[in-house]
């Protein structure tokens, strides 16, 4: 059952350059909502950079007392460009990733790996990997 108790987050985007490949620089503000950070959910992420993306997520989520939480929210999905970019040569993709999320009643402090990649059906396949650094609310309805 999908749950629902949504969070926004306002992050910041970095890119990730590794030495198997070069990928352009997509840094930028993101705003990230998610369905909830326990159980089955849904996650959407809007950049400011041009990239977006929907997921599904399951969050794993553990009380460590004094009204502190820490989720760890593995998703799959897919994602848009809506630019030309050499990393990521078809405008929609498949993403995958994972976040780690702290709470405190209502705030969220979360750090996020975000993958970006057509799978190899289109070439070249290069992929794009972003880590975000984000903070927000917990809306309880």
Same mark, same amino acid.
């Given at each position: 059952?999908?749950?629902?108790?949504?969070?926004?987050?306002?992050?910041?985007?970095?890119?990730?350059?590794?030495?198997?490949?070069?990928?352009? !620089?997509?840094?930028?503000?993101? &705003?990230? &909502?998610?369905?909830?950070?326990?159980?089955?959910?849904?996650?959407?992420?809007?950049?400011?950079?041009?990239?977006?993306? &929907?997921?599904?997520?399951?969050?794993?989520?553990?009380?460590?007392? !004094?009204?502190?939480?820490?989720?760890?929210?593995?998703?799959?999905?897919?994602s848009y460009v809506d630019h030309p970019n050499e990393a990521l040569p078809s405008r929609t993709q498949f993403e995958v990733g994972a976040q780690l999320l702290?709470?405190?009643? $209502?705030? $969220?402090?979360?750090?996020?790996?975000?993958?970006?990649? !057509?799978?190899?059906?289109?070439?070249?396949?290069?992929?794009?990997?972003?880590?975000?650094?984000?903070?927000?609310?917990?809306?309880?309805?």
């Amino acid at each position: 059952m999908l749950c629902f108790a949504p969070i926004v987050l306002l992050g910041f985007a970095t890119t990730i350059e590794t030495s198997w490949h070069k990928t352009p !620089n997509e840094d930028g503000t993101v &705003i990230e &909502i998610q369905t909830c950070d326990k159980g089955i959910g849904i996650d959407v992420k809007l950049s400011m950079s041009g990239l977006y993306g &929907i997921a599904v997520q399951y969050g794993l989520q553990k009380d460590v007392g !004094n009204g502190v939480t820490i989720a760890l929210l593995p998703k799959a999905g897919a994602s848009y460009v809506d630019h030309p970019n050499e990393a990521l040569p078809s405008r929609t993709q498949f993403e995958v990733g994972a976040q780690l999320l702290v709470g405190y009643g $209502r705030y $969220r402090f979360g750090v996020e790996y975000w993958h970006m990649s !057509n799978a190899g059906m289109e070439y070249p396949n290069v992929g794009q990997d972003m880590v975000i650094f984000q903070t927000g609310f917990k809306f309880n309805l």
